[in-house]
Antibody
Framework: QVQLQESGPGLVKPSQTLSLTCTVS??????????WSWIRQPAGKRLEWVGR???????DYNPSLKSRVTIAIDTSKNQFSLKLSSVTAADTAAYYC??????????????WGQGTLVTVSS | DIQMTQSPSSLSATVGDRVTITCRAS??????LNWYQQKPGKAPKLLIY???NLQSGVPSRFSGSGSGTDFTLTISSLQPEDFATYYC?????????FGPGTKVDVK
């Protein structure tokens, strides 16, 4: 059973960089037809896709965040990470990592981490 | 970006009710539509992918239909554990986008 777990600071100061790591267990991050993705959700609001990375390192980001987002993968550690620069209060949200299943040409998020709340405040 | 809307935004129901939630895309997304269930403080859980495919382990009372721009999630007989918020998601084009959610609560 694949499991994902987010980790990182729960409090980030405005203008600084938010950094989160997702650790994958129960399977290799390098195997299978998957992407690895970040999604966020401000309190009481809809889910927002942040971006995704493939095992080869190719990325796709939400244009609304593209200038500030970097997603990286470390296959040796079975982890992928998110960096979001120049944060403001609007970046306060629960951040989720998820596996993107691309099997049979479809595309869906089948495993999710439990989520981590990141608050941007001085 | 493809805009996703859902109706209703919330509904009140009783155990045993048949519940139907509608999702509409701003342009055709063929069948690239997924449904998720989210309970307070928890991560979303995949219910349906590719509009009508039941994810492994999900009860058969959940079903999905539709293609193009209009989609439906149906719960045939609502159970106590089904009170939650339901989101649709399009994966036809980047950026991937979600609907605003439909909250199902107790009547």
């Amino acid at each position: 059973q694949v499991q994902l777990q987010e980790s990182g600071p729960g409090l980030v100061k405005p203008s600084q960089t938010l950094s989160l790591t997702c650790t994958v267990s129960g399977g290799s991050i390098s195997s299978g037809d998957f992407y690895w993705s970040w999604i966020r959700q401000p309190a009481g609001k809809r889910l927002e896709w942040v971006g995704r990375i493939s095992i080869s390192g190719s990325t796709d980001y939400n244009p609304s965040l593209k200038s500030r987002v970097t997603i990286a993968i470390d296959t040796s550690k079975n982890q992928f990470s998110l960096k979001l620069s120049s944060v403001t209060a609007a970046d306060t949200a629960a951040y989720y990592c998820a596996r993107v299943n691309r099997g049979s040409s479809w595309y869906y998020f089948d495993y999710w981490g439990q989520g981590t709340l990141v608050t941007v405040s001085s | 970006d493809i805009q996703m809307t859902q109706s209703p935004s919330s509904l009140s129901a009783t155990v045993g009710d048949r519940v139907t939630i509608t999702c509409r895309a701003s342009q055709s997304i063929r069948s690239y539509l997924n449904w998720y269930q989210q309970k307070p403080g928890k991560a979303p859980k995949l219910l349906i992918y590719a509009a009508s495919n039941l994810q492994s382990g999900v009860p058969s009372r959940f079903s999905g239909s539709g293609s193009g721009t209009d989609f439906t999630l149906t719960i045939s007989s609502l159970q106590p554990e089904d009170f939650a918020t339901y989101y649709c998601q399009q994966t036809y084009n980047s950026p991937l986008t979600f609907g605003p959610g439909t909250k199902v609560d107790v009547k």
